[in-house]
């Protein structure tokens, strides 16, 4: 059974950082893409970040470019997502996801979901 599980997540002041972890069980993810999304309280679910399947492209929301990156251990069939200059907008559930079918920005697009881990900045 494939399974993402994300951890890392947790409550940090603004201008703190988190780093995000998502290790994937039950099949290698090597040859895939993989992504970060985020869903806030009463809102869409969010792209924001994703990388290649080599990690040799990432591509990135504009309201995190400059603060987040995205990362991947394909040895630990791992990606990372490190948090700096967390702001109270930045507060949601983050979503691991792997292998789009499609564009990395939709999550329509995505084959694999993890249940996700609670960012919660404070002002």
């Known amino acids: 059974q494939v399974q993402l599980v994300e951890s890392g997540g947790g409550l940090v002041q603004a201008g703190g950082s988190l780093r995000l972890s998502c290790a994937a069980s039950?099949?290698?993810?090597?040859?895939?893409?993989m992504g970060w999304f985020r869903q806030a309280p009463g809102k869409e679910r969010e792209f924001v970040a994703a990388?290649?399947?080599?990690?040799?492209?990432?591509y990135y929301a504009d309201s995190v470019k400059g603060r987040f990156t995205i990362s991947r251990d394909t040895a630990k069939n791992t990606v990372y997502l490190q948090m700096n200059s967390l702001k109270p907008e930045d507060t949601a559930v983050y979503y691991c996801a792997a292998e789009p079918s499609g564009s990395y920005y939709s999550p329509y697009e995505y084959d694999y979901w993890g249940q996700g881990t609670q960012v919660t900045v404070s002002s």
């Open positions: 039950g099949r290698t993810f090597s040859s895939a893409a």
């Open positions: 990388i290649s399947w080599s990690g040799g492209s990432t």
